[in-house]
């Protein structure tokens, strides 16, 4: 097996190349994935604290949702406190960059009636901000409205819920739009 080809899979979230492999070699594609990403994950970590500081510059433009660094796709951001700004979050090697506030990270629509934000009663902080063109969806943690400091990558796991409820009304975080710019 090619191991820098499965990083790279993994990375880009090849998911039919894992059930193809799987079926080949008699295991879970589900457990593979899983278990090849979780492990894959500290050294991207290890691997972009070098860059982060480039990207958390205000001058640093990266205009897709994909880490910059490590390429995995984006489904989480946070909204500062100081200044309603965006930044999207890589769980993979846990790089935040800046992005629109107003814009769907999957098709680019920046048509403000077609951009929405849902919020589940009780629980402010934590949104949905999903796009009526494309579908698309991205769980957002808004510090504005909860603890100014939290880790994105917790939560992110504590938000599931939102993940099913953004499932359950139609949107997905796994559209496939060529464009992918913010």
């Keep these: ?6 990083a790279s ?27 090849l990403d ?15 500081l480039t990207v958390a510059q205000e001058d640093f433009h990266w205009e897709m949702s994909i880490c910059p660094i490590c390429g995995s796709p984006a489904n989480f ?21 800046r ?14 009636n077609t951009i929405k934000y849902l919020m589940v009663e009780g ?13 698309g969806y991205l769980k957002t943690f808004d510090e504005r409205k909860g603890r100014m400091k939290t880790d994105l990558f917790i939560a992110g796991i504590e ?3 939102l993940d099913l409820i953004a499932e359950e009304e139609g949107y997905t ?3 496939e739009n060529e464009r992918n710019l913010n």
């Design 173 to 175: 975080n796994k559209t």
């Design 99 to 112: 992005s629109k506030y107003l814009s769907c990270i999957y098709c680019g629509n920046t048509e403000p």
């Design 123 to 135: 629980d402010d902080a934590h949104q949905l901000f999903v796009c009526e063109k494309c579908k």
């Design 38 to 52: 979780h492990a894959l994950r500290p050294f991207l970590r290890c691997y972009a604290l070098p860059y982060q």
């Design 9 to 35: 899979r993994v990375i880009n979230e090849d998911y039919k190349f894992f059930e193809e492999l799987s079926a080949a070699k008699g295991f879970s594609s589900e457990l593979a994935y899983f278990l």
């Design 1 to 6: 097996m090619d191991f820098g080809e499965i």
């Design 77 to 97: 951001s946070r909204v500062r406190a100081e200044d309603g700004q965006r930044f999207l979050f890589c769980e993979h090697c846990f790089t935040e960059w």
């Design 159 to 161: 938000t599931v819920y």
